[in-house]
């Protein structure tokens, strides 16, 4: 069955900080092109009829020259086998943000920025309306001069749009549900926000999401949407998942009878190979979070440290299918021991100061110039798990005041 292909958001070339560190073999810095090489893959084996890029291809103004060329080999395989490309620039690629440009390959139609152009791809009869982004910070509502639909034909919409608002999306080009439906098209192409969604059937309103997710706020699976068509209409579309990795959350609430880190580490492994089996065969960058009860875990909760070792450790057996993003500890009370009155006060205060404690360059500075005195004359001692005074000997600062502050928290919570 005949069919197009709609995706948006592919950032080529956005770097994933927080995982270029050296502790992965996974090539996370090539997660976008690689996702959209996937793509180009799927609209070739498909047989797609043509392919709709509705906005961020690019992340901003490119490092060189290799990203645009990159670009241009892959849409110059879709050339070769005369698949045209339908291409809308947003706010990451507006025209005031790229000064580095290529002339693109002569399947490519790019909606001009000026006022909203018209394509017709004429095997099917269908027109596709739309307009790029000439600056970044595009306020204006695009969609209201687009032209009227043309009659006896499928009329397709290709939009970079925030809607009425989807934070932490900013409001660019806004417009509404309402407003698109009552436009008359059959379709709309939408771009920008990295969610995948479909907001209408008659007509179709589809963000098809991003193609490859960049942080660990954006979980599960990203790709793009496949739009049969029939008897000149257009049918459900369908997410095609294209990406390569996969970032994840692994949130437990330690039990009770995890009371030792090979216990614990026994726990995080068993949820790392239940994720590993429903990812698709995607890598996964995956966040461990750690609920501990202050009162029911007291050796886990004594070095936080020493249990960002052991997460490190665990993973390292797995790191050919995930990586280990971060560790979060969050340090719970008992339920019967919730503080009040006055310990309720308390501990808002201890919280407050600690954490301006630690974000404050002088006082960290003056208590490593005071302490320096008192562990230069201390004795090295052979424990199994750092002690505060460990934490201290070895300029660990930020660690020795968190878990401070956790012991801390712990005994106020015991005040009636």
């Known amino acids: 069955m005949p069919h197009f292909v709609h995706a948006a958001d592919i950032h080529l070339d956005r770097s994933l900080p927080a995982l270029l560190d050296g502790r992965a073999t996974h090539s996370f810095a090539l997660a976008p092109r690689l996702a959209f090489t996937r793509l180009i893959d799927y609209v070739i084996e498909s047989d797609a009829a043509f392919l709709v890029l509705a906005g961020d291809v690019y992340d901003g103004a490119w490092k060189d020259v290799s990203t645009g060329l990159f670009f241009h080999q892959q849409v110059g395989r879709l050339r070769s086998r ?11 690629d507006a025209e005031s943000a790229m000064p580095k440009t290529l002339v693109p390959p002569d399947n490519v139609w790019l909606f001009s920025t000026r006022s909203p152009q018209s394509f017709e ?17 595009t306020r204006e509502n695009l969609a209201s001069g687009y032209p009227r639909p043309v009659t006896g034909c499928v009329n397709i919409g290709v939009l970079h749009t925030a809607l009425a608002g989807s934070p932490p999306h900013s409001p660019y080009a806004p417009c509404t549900v309402e407003q698109l439906r009552g436009h008359g098209y059959d379709y709309w192409a939408l771009g920008h926000v990295h969610q995948h969604k479909v907001l209408g059937s008659a007509p179709h ?41 996969r970032f994840h959350v692994l949130d437990l609430d330690v039990p009770a009878a995890v009371q030792t880190p090979a216990t614990l580490v026994s726990e995080v492994r068993k949820a790392i190979e239940s994720a590993c089996d429903e990812a698709d065969g995607r890598h996964l960058a995956m966040r461990v979070v750690l609920r501990l009860d202050a009162m029911v875990h007291p ?15 665990v993973f390292a057996q797995f790191e050919d299918q995930v990586t280990l993003e971060d560790t979060e500890f969050h340090v719970q009370p008992p339920a019967a021991a919730v503080a009040s ?34 562990l230069s004359k201390r004795k090295p001692v052979e424990t199994p798990e750092p002690t505060l005074l460990e934490q201290l000997a070895n300029d660990e600062l930020e660690a020795a005041i968190g878990d401070a502050a956790d012991q801390l928290r712990s005994r106020l919570r015991t005040i009636d």
């Open 82 to 92: 005369g698949v045209p490309v339908y291409l809308l620039h947003g706010n990451h």
């Open 121 to 137: 791809f004429e095997p099917l009869h269908i027109h596709l309306h739309g307009q790029s982004f000439a600056q970044a910070d």
């Open 205 to 245: 309103i589809v963000f098809p999401g991003n193609l490859q997710a960049l942080h660990i706020k954006e979980l599960g699976a990203r790709g793009a949407v496949s739009v049969p068509i029939e008897d000149g209409r257009l049918g459900m579309p369908e997410f095609v998942p294209l990406d390569v990795l």
């Open 299 to 313: 050796s886990l909760c004594r070095s936080k440290a020493m249990l960002r070792d052991e997460m490190a450790g």
């Open 341 to 374: 009155g006055d310990a309720r006060d308390a501990i808002a205060s201890l919280d407050a100061y600690f954490a301006q404690a630690v974000r404050d360059p002088a006082f960290m500075g003056t208590l490593r110039e005071n302490l320096q005195a008192v």
